[in-house]
């Protein structure tokens, strides 16, 4: 375990079939937790934690949430057991005071967004996760300026890892032959990463929306907002990459990206 700056991530998770396979992205998730430095704890932020509020995670054993339908029971069957930290979640709240961040001590977990992509990096899971919800209440600045204040905790040896698709459009997937990616997916996934190290006022991937594709793209914000969570504890100076991209039936982005 090192306390140098740890790395900040956002993973495409794509479908929950993601755990039981192996393929080009899970592939790269692996390499990444081979690969970086071992974190002491992780705060993930999912796409499928949005309330009307800022929470985290408080308990000593969060709880494995299968939150899905209509897929093999062999998924339902796993279990991510790692251990919380309430004392990460109380460190959460003061850090990101004066927003109000409620202590959640029974009612979530660890729900697929985040295991999902964590049991293949961290397989053993024997590191300490907290888990933020998303605001849905809140505009696109306010989740990266809530990235800019978790930025701080990368120095202390917590890896975040954010976990979304800057591209959802569920009900436009292809299901048949042709599963080319939609010219307004393909360019709104080419505008996020020509956009990823822009420094300087009104970020373009904050006012993401200006882009015609953005609505296709996201027609709801919430598995694109994670991605602001890692754009805001970006220093200015950190390296910047792309462990993996691809655009999957046509409209989900499996786009991640990593800071540090």
């Not at 692996?30 to 985290?56: K, Y």
């Not at 954010?162 to 996934?189: C, T």
């Not at 300087?200 to 991605?227: I, R």
Request: aromatic share 8%; proline share 8%; glycine share 8%.
């Amino acid at each position: 375990m090192t306390t140098s700056r740890m790395p900040a991530l956002f993973l495409g998770h794509g479908s929950p079939m993601n755990v039981l396979e192996e393929n080009r992205y899970t592939q790269a998730w692996r390499a990444l937790g081979e690969q970086l430095p071992r974190p002491r704890a992780i705060v993930a932020i999912s796409a499928h934690w949005c309330l009307q509020m800022t929470a985290v995670t408080a308990m000593a054993q969060p709880k494995t949430i299968h939150d899905f339908g209509g897929f093999p029971q062999a998924l339902f069957d796993i279990q991510y057991p790692a251990p919380g930290s309430p004392e990460l979640a109380a460190e959460l709240q003061r850090l990101l005071a004066p927003v109000k961040v409620i202590a959640d001590s029974s009612e979530w977990g660890l729900d697929h967004g985040s295991w999902g992509v964590l049991i293949k990096m961290y397989p053993q899971a024997d590191i300490p996760v907290v888990q933020l919800s998303i605001d849905g209440t809140q505009p696109a600045e306010y989740h990266y300026q809530l990235g800019r204040k978790l930025s701080a905790l990368r120095d202390q040896g917590v890896m975040l890892v954010a976990s979304g698709n800057v591209v959802h459009n569920l009900r436009m997937l292809k299901w048949q032959q042709d599963i080319s990616p939609y010219p307004w997916a393909e360019s709104f996934n080419q505008y996020v990463r020509d956009h990823l190290d822009y420094q300087g006022e009104h970020h373009p991937l904050v006012n993401y929306h200006q882009h015609e594709g953005a609505m296709l793209s996201n027609p709801t914000p919430e598995h694109y907002l994670p991605l602001l969570y890692i754009l805001g504890s970006w220093d200015g100076n950190e390296a910047m990459s792309i462990p993996v991209d691809g655009i999957e039936m046509g409209a989900l982005s499996m786009l991640s990206v990593q800071v540090g």
